[in-house]
């Protein structure tokens, strides 16, 4: 049996506007640009080829199936740019018929360079695929299929998916085929899922090559070399980008036709049919393990990291962006994350490409620049002034806390110190006896009482001094004695 198992990858990224020094503002992505480029392969790519899986769905009543990915920057554009290509894709989750994978909400590099920003961004792409579509991924798909032995156990953590999709390059396959179901190393549980790089480029690349030998690529003569698999393998995975449709691959050049021409060759023979990956996951088992101590990707004819990383303003630029991190998500500033975020897609880095041989019109197709220094230059300004940005507002948080912080001291600073207030009841009664009359003393002749007594200065009393001996003293200053009782001194 022979299962086709196919994967288109959806994406658009955020693209910038020519971004220089002397920009004051803060505006990076070119709305316009992006909304143009959007509309465009709506029309030409979205609208046409999903129309035509949604008949091709009906026809054969649910034995055709696909798998999408669709990136989170793109399902924000389609949101605002084409509504009508957003409720297309729902219309096709809602067949059962459809699976949707689970990436980089960014489409990111983040794997690379931060494990923590790499999680963050897949659950957000996570939410995202249940909040549109209404299904939990079990899959991942990581960006542009970089993958290494350090990408399992990343994704065997998070505990909610079931396999990786993966390039079937052949330095890491050595003599083996894509068309079965591997594993990773030190891993029982998750499975690989690896491109057959052959027959996907033959639909993906060489269909409108008129050099190509095999030119012109009729359905049927593809049906018959997924017929040869069979025997030799479980599934054939054909993965490729959406845009294969109409965009790369124009209207007039036959695309359309083959694709809808496809499933009834594929069917003719009976023991082939078509599968989503968790289905494929869920039929075949393992045979053996994928060791992969390089990384790889699907991309170029080197199927690595060189599209992204391989000269030096490619790896400055990356390697200043995630320096970035922590401040930027310090801030607590929501536009700021958001346009770091966007920074990090990886077609940012791919315009940079120096690479001009064999890929040169691949690196060239939808590049807003002329050169890939141009493409670096504009890049590092808006990074610059993001930078910029995060200092500004980490300064002003720190004058807010160091102002509040003077301010309380000051108030603490005002306040009288009191060991132990008095009670209510205290005050109120020392008020009271200080208000109370003195009492009047009589004095008798011959007493004690009528005796003289002198001040504290050793001066005559009053009486002394010729007072009537039947009138109080004049009154004087109250104080306590040392008994607690009030009188006169």
Same mark, same amino acid.
């Given at each position: 049996?022979?299962?086709?198992?196919?994967?288109?990858?959806?994406?658009?990224?955020?693209?910038?506007?020519?971004?220089?020094?002397?920009?004051?503002?803060?505006?990076?992505?070119?709305?316009?640009?992006?909304?143009?480029?959007?509309?465009?392969?709506? +029309?030409?790519?979205? %609208?046409?080829?999903? @129309?035509?899986?949604?008949? &091709?769905?009906?026809?054969?009543?649910? #034995? /055709?199936?696909?798998?999408?990915?669709?990136?989170?920057?793109?399902?924000?554009?389609?949101?605002?740019?084409?509504?009508?290509?957003?409720?297309?894709?729902?219309?096709?989750?809602?067949?059962?018929?459809?699976?949707?994978?689970?990436?980089?909400?960014?489409?990111?590099?983040?794997?690379?360079?931060?494990?923590?920003?790499?999680?963050?961004?897949?659950?957000?792409?996570?939410?995202?695929?249940?909040?549109?579509?209404?299904?939990?991924?079990?899959?991942?798909?990581?960006?542009?299929?970089?993958?290494?032995?350090?990408?399992?156990?990343?994704?065997?953590?998070?505990?909610?998916?079931?396999?990786?999709?993966?390039?079937?390059?052949?330095?890491?396959?050595?003599?083996?085929?894509?068309?079965?179901?591997?594993?990773?190393? +030190?891993?029982?549980? %998750?499975?690989?899922? @690896?491109?057959?790089?052959? &027959?996907?480029?033959?639909?993906?690349? #060489? /269909?409108?090559?008129?050099?190509?030998?095999?030119?012109?690529?009729?359905?049927?003569?593809?049906?018959?070399?997924?017929?040869?698999?069979?025997?030799?393998?479980?599934?054939?995975?054909?993965?490729?980008?959406?845009?294969?449709?109409?965009?790369?691959?124009?209207?007039?050049?036959?695309?359309?036709?083959?694709?809808?021409?496809?499933?009834?060759?594929?069917?003719?023979?009976?023991?082939?049919?078509?599968?989503?990956?968790?289905?494929?996951?869920?039929?075949?088992?393992?045979?053996?393990?994928?060791?992969?101590?390089?990384?790889?990707?699907?991309?170029?004819?080197?199927?690595?990291?060189?599209?992204?990383?391989?000269?030096?303003?490619?790896?400055?630029?990356?390697?200043?962006?995630?320096?970035?991190?922590?401040?930027?998500?310090?801030?607590?500033?929501?536009?700021? @994350?958001?346009?770091?975020?966007?920074?990090?897609?990886?077609?940012?880095?791919?315009?940079?490409?120096?690479?001009?041989?064999?890929?040169?019109?691949?690196?060239?197709?939808?590049?807003?620049?002329?050169?890939?220094?141009?493409?670096?230059?504009?890049?590092?300004?808006?990074?610059?002034?993001?930078?910029?940005?995060?200092?500004?507002?980490?300064?002003?948080?720190?004058?807010?806390?160091?102002?509040?912080?003077?301010?309380?001291?000051?108030?603490?600073?005002?306040?009288?110190?009191?060991?132990?207030?008095?009670?209510?009841?205290?005050?109120?009664?020392?008020?009271?006896?200080?208000?109370?009359?003195?009492?009047?003393?009589?004095?008798?002749?011959?007493?004690?009482?009528?005796?003289?007594?002198?001040?504290?200065?050793?001066?005559?009393?009053?009486?002394?001094?010729?007072?009537?001996?039947?009138?109080?003293?004049?009154?004087?200053?109250?104080?306590?004695?040392?008994?607690?009782?009030?009188?006169?001194?």
């Amino acid at each position: 049996m022979a299962s086709v198992c196919f994967y288109f990858q959806v994406h658009q990224p955020c693209r910038l506007r020519h971004y220089t020094i002397f920009h004051q503002d803060s505006n990076y992505f070119d709305d316009s640009k992006n909304e143009e480029v959007c509309k465009k392969v709506a +029309n030409k790519c979205y %609208l046409p080829t999903n @129309l035509l899986l949604l008949d &091709l769905i009906k026809k054969y009543r649910g #034995r /055709f199936k696909v798998a999408f990915s669709i990136t989170g920057i793109l399902l924000e554009q389609l949101q605002s740019y084409s509504q009508e290509v957003l409720s297309s894709f729902q219309e096709l989750a809602a067949t059962g018929c459809v699976e949707f994978l689970a990436e980089t909400y960014h489409h990111s590099l983040s794997f690379l360079y931060s494990v923590d920003e790499f999680i963050e961004q897949i659950e957000s792409h996570k939410q995202a695929v249940q909040r549109f579509f209404g299904q939990t991924p079990r899959i991942f798909r990581n960006t542009e299929l970089i993958y290494n032995n350090n990408l399992p156990p990343l994704i065997e953590r998070l505990g909610c998916f079931d396999a990786i999709l993966a390039e079937g390059a052949d330095y890491i396959l050595g003599y083996r085929s894509p068309n079965f179901v591997y594993r990773p190393p +030190n891993s029982q549980r %998750l499975k690989l899922l @690896l491109k057959n790089y052959h &027959l996907s480029d033959d639909i993906a690349f #060489r /269909f409108s090559n008129r050099g190509w030998n095999e030119w012109p690529l009729r359905a049927d003569k593809f049906a018959s070399w997924v017929n040869a698999v069979n025997g030799n393998g479980y599934v054939v995975n054909l993965f490729m980008d959406y845009e294969t449709f109409g965009e790369h691959q124009w209207e007039d050049t036959g695309i359309f036709n083959f694709m809808r021409q496809l499933p009834e060759e594929i069917f003719k023979h009976p023991d082939n049919d078509f599968k989503t990956p968790s289905e494929v996951v869920a039929a075949y088992d393992a045979v053996g393990v994928f060791d992969a101590p390089y990384t790889i990707s699907w991309a170029d004819i080197e199927r690595d990291l060189s599209a992204w990383q391989g000269n030096a303003m490619q790896q400055s630029a990356a390697t200043e962006l995630y320096k970035l991190e922590s401040k930027v998500k310090a801030t607590k500033d929501e536009r700021i @994350l958001a346009d770091w975020r966007k920074l990090q897609t990886s077609d940012h880095f791919y315009y940079m490409c120096t690479k001009w041989f064999s890929d040169g019109d691949v690196h060239k197709y939808f590049n807003p620049y002329d050169s890939p220094y141009e493409a670096y230059m504009n890049f590092m300004n808006a990074l610059d002034d993001l930078n910029s940005r995060c200092n500004r507002v980490l300064r002003l948080a720190s004058a807010k806390a160091e102002a509040g912080a003077g301010q309380k001291e000051q108030e603490s600073a005002r306040i009288p110190i009191m060991e132990t207030p008095p009670s209510q009841s205290a005050v109120h009664t020392a008020v009271e006896e200080q208000a109370r009359p003195l009492p009047r003393i009589p004095a008798k002749r011959g007493s004690s009482q009528g005796q003289a007594r002198h001040t504290t200065d050793g001066q005559p009393s009053a009486r002394q001094c010729g007072d009537q001996a039947d009138q109080p003293a004049a009154p004087r200053p109250a104080q306590r004695a040392a008994d607690g009782v009030w009188q006169s001194t």
